[in-house]
């Protein structure tokens, strides 16, 4: 009999979490230098690079007993990346710099780097050499796939949910195993 917990591996090694990484690190970057101070701008971005990182984290951990409660928190990891690529890009149109289109060169150079690099470091060493328009475009980039990734994350969920059912009806079905033996 198997038991009825899924524990979570190691989020660490899951691109979506490496993702958030990048993006909560090079956040950090662009506000200490583009964003002028005093500005609300500030903590809000922090906080919404903050949050994606962390709800992610809190989503998968809390997954082991309640999937509602990851869906949920995935949701808001969501949400906060899309609040942060708001500020990027109200950032861009309102210093009245270039936003990217989809098939700029730029966009796709940037996106086809973002798929296969993900160590922060390395994202902000990069970036440091770069001005505040190129970093804040890359970050929409970045923003747009780790959106379609928590997406996907979702639905993967979703649909283990709909095979398996919750922790109660895993229970259970485990409570009945044990009686047979």
């Given at each position: ?5 899924k ?5 660490t090694d ?10 909560s690190?090079?956040t ?7 964003i ?6 500030i903590?809000q ?5 903050r949050?994606c990182?962390q ?7 809390d997954k082991t ?6 869906i949920?928190l995935?949701g808001?990891?969501r ?8 500020d990027?890009?109200?950032?861009l ?8 289109e989809i098939?700029?060169?730029r966009?796709v150079?940037?996106r086809?780097y973002c798929?296969t690099?993900?160590?922060p470091?390395?994202f902000?060493t ?8 190129t ?6 980039t970045?923003l747009?796939?780790?959106d379609t990734?928590l997406?996907?994350v979702?639905?993967?969920i ?5 095979e ?5 009806e895993?229970?259970s079905r485990a409570r009945r195993?044990a009686r047979k033996?």
């Amino acid at each position: 009999m198997n038991g009825f917990l899924k524990i979570a591996g190691d989020y660490t090694d899951w691109n979506v979490y490496k993702k958030a990484v990048v993006i909560s690190d090079v956040t950090e970057l662009f506000i200490s230098r583009a964003i002028e101070k005093p500005s609300r701008t500030i903590d809000q971005m922090r906080q919404a690079a903050r949050s994606c990182k962390q709800n992610i984290v809190e989503g998968m951990g809390d997954k082991t007993i309640s999937s509602e409660m990851c869906i949920k928190l995935l949701g808001v990891a969501r949400a906060s990346a899309r609040e942060l690529r708001e500020d990027y890009g109200d950032f861009l149109r309102q210093k009245e710099l270039e936003i990217w289109e989809i098939n700029d060169p730029r966009t796709v150079a940037t996106r086809k780097y973002c798929i296969t690099h993900d160590d922060p470091k390395d994202f902000v060493t990069k970036c440091k050499e770069r001005s505040d328009e190129t970093v804040a475009n890359i970050m929409l980039t970045q923003l747009k796939q780790i959106d379609t990734m928590l997406a996907k994350v979702l639905q993967r969920i979703e649909k283990e949910f709909l095979e398996e059912g919750g922790i109660k009806e895993t229970m259970s079905r485990a409570r009945r195993e044990a009686r047979k033996l």
